[in-house]
């Protein structure tokens, strides 16, 4: 009896090499990985195969390429024909933009910013309700509440008229909502609804967009889902949020995301689209003078899905030479913007973080592990600056022309594990829009003082370093 337990033993130790030495992910979370596999042998085994295998996960992407690699190749050749009639400035975001994320320059687009739920629903609506030929929605979430029925009742109506829709939704996002009775709706009266890929079986692995599509030529894109709270906060805190409306040719671009995803969620040969794929790419109505690319992880890029987010942010940030002003719910970056952050606030850049001081939930947990890394990074020179309502927006503004508006948190997950999007501007006109934005919340924030947050208790310091350890997963 005990030699079977050494040779199950013996074999277990060697999945566990295999497992770990063939994985591509940096060495102290292989480290990680490894010391959980060791000493919690059933249950690491579970953890690792549904939160931590990078294999799993590149095994499902290159089956889905390999079922839908034909399509993926005709959607990259329409929204390059795209670019093509456009020359992009002499820059090098756009150009790193272009060459590591495939992100396509396009300037005749205009761009509408929103900062609360209620103007920005009100507009969706009408565009919705507008629609000619087809609707692409895609959520994180979607709750069952009247923003949410609204919504599919509009959806509903427009299949009845005669309008393609596709919705996508994430399916853990979603799990907590009760909106899946709400979708069946929409899938009876002729919609069509899947789960985004990931499944909820990879767990750890979530696609965060919020992406609106309508007829090709108006795009959604931001940190709003659907939801009352949106509109009407939670706990009597407002939430404040930044959402966008763009039209011009940019919004291809979003398509081309959109298009990518619905493919990698459905398990058949067949796509499902009612038209041939170059119908839903149309010349824009409108033109404006807006230089934008989009910026995205999936499928359809050349480069691993996991280094697009966070490699494009470190680019950006690094190569400041005024300020970078940051909003985000949730600042646990890697150590390489971290490291960017100390060295340029030391070098005099201005660089602010601003985040929530409250949250729809786990307000402990967020606020430690914001307090962990921030501890990194304050005694540079940082200023810090807490929103006294619920802050949602994923926004950073870099010098005196550099927009990005997106889904990206700055932490690991958005920028190293689930697929995110965002906009990527260079207008100075539209960064002083923005400028004024972000000066106006200040206005609704207290402000970090270092001299205090340094002399914490030990308890409090004691805290956050045990939440610390669970940010990859958060």
């Not at 005669?162 to 009760?178: A, I």
């Not at 307090?371 to 503004?397: C, E, P, Q, W």
Request: charged share 20%; with cysteine; aromatic share 12%.
């Amino acid at each position: 009896m005990h030699s079977i337990h050494y040779l199950v033993y013996i074999f277990y130790l060697f999945l566990i090499i295999f497992l770990i030495f063939f994985d591509r992910r940096k060495p102290m979370q292989r480290f990680g990985w490894l010391l959980v596999l060791i000493f919690l042998p059933g249950l690491g085994l579970l953890l690792y195969w549904f939160i931590g295998s990078v294999n799993l996960s590149s095994y499902r992407r290159n089956k889905i390429q390999r079922r839908h690699g034909d399509f993926f190749h005709e959607l990259e050749t329409i929204v390059d024909e795209t670019g093509r009639s456009f020359t992009p400035p002499s820059s090098e975001g756009i150009q790193f933009h272009q060459k590591y994320c495939g992100s396509i320059f396009t300037g005749d687009n205009n761009v509408e910013i929103y900062t609360t739920g209620s103007p920005k629903y009100q507009q969706l609506s009408k565009d919705l309700e507008a629609a000619k030929d087809h609707i692409h929605i895609q959520y994180f979430t979607i709750h069952n509440d009247e923003i949410g029925r609204k919504l599919i009742d509009t959806l509903i109506e427009k299949v009845n008229q005669g309008v393609e829709v596709k919705l996508l939704y994430d399916s853990l996002g979603c799990l907590p909502t009760f909106v899946l009775p709400v979708l069946w709706k929409l899938r009876k009266a002729g919609g069509s609804v899947l789960s985004i890929r990931p499944y909820t079986r990879a767990i750890n692995y979530r696609n965060h967009r919020k992406v609106v599509i309508i007829d090709g030529k108006i795009g959604y894109v931001g940190g709003m889902n659907i939801g009352a709270q949106y509109t009407y906060g939670v706990k009597g805190k407002l939430w404040r949020d930044t959402h966008l409306r763009i039209t011009g040719s940019a919004v291809h671009d979003l398509q081309r995301v959109f298009l990518s995803d619905w493919a990698a969620s459905t398990r058949r040969s067949d796509i499902g689209l009612r038209h041939e794929l170059r119908h839903y790419f149309p010349a824009p109505d409108t033109t404006g003078n807006i230089g934008a690319q989009i910026v995205a992880n999936g499928l359809y890029t050349e480069n691993d899905n996991d280094g697009i987010i966070n490699l494009s942010y470190f680019n950006l940030i690094s190569r400041a030479k005024q300020r970078v002003w940051i909003q985000t719910p949730y600042f646990r970056p890697p150590e390489t913007i971290i490291h960017a952050l100390k060295t340029l606030a030391t070098l005099g850049v201005d660089v602010r973080i601003m985040v929530s001081l409250y949250y729809a939930s786990g307000g402990l947990f967020n606020r430690s592990t914001n307090n962990y890394f921030l501890r990194h990074v304050v005694g540079s020179g940082v200023r810090v600056f807490r929103y006294t309502d619920i802050l949602h927006a994923k926004t950073m503004l870099i010098d005196d022309h550099v927009l990005c508006i997106g889904t990206a948190n700055l932490n690991s997950r958005s920028l190293e594990i689930d697929d995110e999007i965002y906009a990527y501007f260079e207008s100075k006109m539209l960064a002083t829009e923005y400028e004024q934005i972000f000066d106006h919340d200040v206005q609704n924030c207290i402000e970090l003082d270092y001299v205090k947050f340094k002399h914490q208790n030990l308890l409090s310091r004691a805290t956050e370093s045990v939440v610390s350890f669970f940010t990859p997963f958060s």
